[in-house]
């Protein structure tokens, strides 16, 4: 009896010890900094090794459970270097802490009893809201989800809010298929720090209403891409709004899978695991991003693990690789990749390589400078032209030639007369060239003038096409 007293004793005393553990505020890294880190100012790796650079191992899982006010101070900022320096070794999944009503005692479990299908009673546990100023303040939807802000002053509703629109955002980019996580929710934070909606910015310490938060996140959502906004409004929407005395089915999932993960909500600490390892140290980047290292097999981690670590602002060298005032050559990722670098080749060799690559270029150059810079299609018609054109010779040519042999053939029939008879030839087809040959003969004979014989024999030549055609396709004698 008096060990197992002895033994709850212990039990208790390390719940307890445990409970201020998790309950110990966490430091977080300065929010200002000398440095520009905007999104225009990443230095991104080189072209030729962004692709094929970190590939030796599986990306890790980055799982952040956090309040809306929480990762206001600097989480985000934290974690905004290192998700998108390694934006292939590291998959982001972002989750908004929220109470339910119940356990922030803004709602209670009521027994009814009701009639059933068959008729007899059944009790039936429904939960009804508790009205009270401080469920107003701090819950939405009916005192069901609720958020109990570091600033007492400050109404938790617009944390709960503001977590149901950045949910929807992100859900409105999944993933990419190539494996590529969306900086969307950085970029989103980033403006909406510089619209002045951060809930921690004002002058007389006097918070925005709802109203204007509201407005401003939906301003801030436009400018990070034009029409997104209005998806996340009528995500919300579809999803419950905030009003009513209903379920919204965004912060229902947000407050379903913290249960799975056993995240306790009223914390006031972000939850932060790496393949499932909770991180439990302090919000330095450096910290941060040494756990982060250290889940990859030794010769698996990012070119980034061995190039940033050891810098004195770890921060910097992540957003423009500059590792106290070291940036990285060609040469460093080739041996992280244990490729050898060759460089630029200086020979004998590549110079004349160089020099015939040069010439033919220049060549090339002088070919398009005769051509007056035409493209391809126009080099294209020009030489249809002039194919065109040689065909068109060609029957020209070959039609001279025809008319030419025909003449001869008329001049030597009415020089040697009828002895005439061209092999291949007879003498109907002689007569059918030749009509008025025989006529010419005879004026011949009696010595008359035969002009008009000669422009009847050459109108019939020029007009019998077809029958040109015919002959020319016979084997005639070749008449000079």
């Known amino acids: 009896m008096l060990r197992l007293h002895v033994l709850s004793c212990t039990t208790l005393v390390l719940s307890c010890l445990l409970d201020v553990s998790l309950s110990k505020r966490i430091r977080y890294e300065p929010f200002e900094i000398d440095w520009d880190e905007s999104f225009e100012s990443f230095v991104p790796y080189p072209e030729e090794v962004a692709r094929s650079l970190d590939q030796k191992s599986p990306p890790v899982l980055l799982e952040v459970f956090s309040d809306v006010d929480v990762g206001e101070e600097g989480l985000y900022h ?21 109470q339910d009503g119940l356990s922030a005692q803004c709602r209670q479990e009521r027994v009814t009893a009701t009639t059933g299908s068959n008729g007899e009673p059944v ?6 809201p508790i009205e009270a100023e401080n469920c107003t303040l701090h819950c939405t939807n009916g005192g069901r989800y609720c958020s109990h802000a570091s600033d007492p002053n400050f109404p938790g509703r617009h944390h709960v809010q503001e977590a149901a629109r950045r949910a929807c955002m992100i859900q409105q980019h999944p ?16 403006l909406f720090d510089q619209q002045g ?4 910015t004002s002058d007389k310490h006097h918070y925005p209403d709802v109203h204007n938060l509201t407005e401003c996140s939906y301003t801030t959502l436009d400018l990070v891409e034009p029409g997104l906004a209005a998806a996340v409004q009528q995500c919300v929407e579809d999803a419950g709004g905030f009003d009513a005395d209903q379920e919204n089915v965004v912060l229902e999932q947000q407050i379903t899978l913290q249960t799975q993960q056993q995240v306790n909500p009223t914390a006031h600490n972000p939850t932060v695991r790496f393949n499932g390892k909770q991180y439990t140290q302090d919000f330095f980047v450096k910290d941060v991003f040494r756990a982060f290292c250290d889940i990859f097999p030794k010769g ?108 001869g053939l008329r001049q030597a029939r009415v020089h040697f007369e009828d002895d005439f008879v061209p092999h291949g030839l007879s003498e109907e087809d002689l007569d059918r060239l030749f009509p008025d040959a025989d006529q010419e003969l005879d004026a011949k004979k009696h010595g008359m003038s035969t002009p008009q014989y000669q422009s009847s024999s050459i109108a019939t030549m020029l007009s019998s096409d077809e029958e040109t055609e015919d002959l020319s396709e016979r084997s005639l004698p070749s008449i000079v």
């Not at 009790?123 to 009804?128: D, F, Y």
């Not at 993933?175 to 980033?190: A, E, F, I, R, T």
């Not at 033919?360 to 002088?366: L, V």
Request: aromatic share 10%; proline share 5%; glycine share 8%.
């Open 175 to 190: 993933p990419s298929p190539n494996g590529v996580h969306d900086m969307l929710l950085w970029q989103y934070l980033d």
């Open 123 to 128: 009790l039936m546990t429904v939960t009804r």
């Open 300 to 407: 698996t981690q990012p070119f980034s693990c061995n190039h940033c670590q050891s810098c004195s602002n770890v921060r910097k060298c992540l957003w423009h690789l500059d590792c106290d005032g070291q940036t990285p050559t060609l040469q460093d990722y080739y041996a992280h990749e244990g490729r050898n670098y060759t460089p630029p080749a200086t020979t004998t060799a590549t110079t004349e390589a160089a020099s015939a690559s040069t010439t033919s270029g220049n060549s090339q150059d002088n070919n398009n400078n005769l051509l007056g810079g035409a493209g391809p299609w126009q080099i294209g018609f020009l030489w249809g032209i002039v194919a065109g054109l040689f065909v068109a010779a060609v029957f020209a040519y070959r039609s001279f030639r025809t008319r030419r042999m025909i003449s």
């Open 78 to 98: 934290v974690l905004k270097g290192l998700v998108h320096r390694n934006e292939r070794r590291v998959i982001p999944a972002t989750h908004f802490v929220i």
């Open 197 to 200: 909606c951060n809930l921690h």
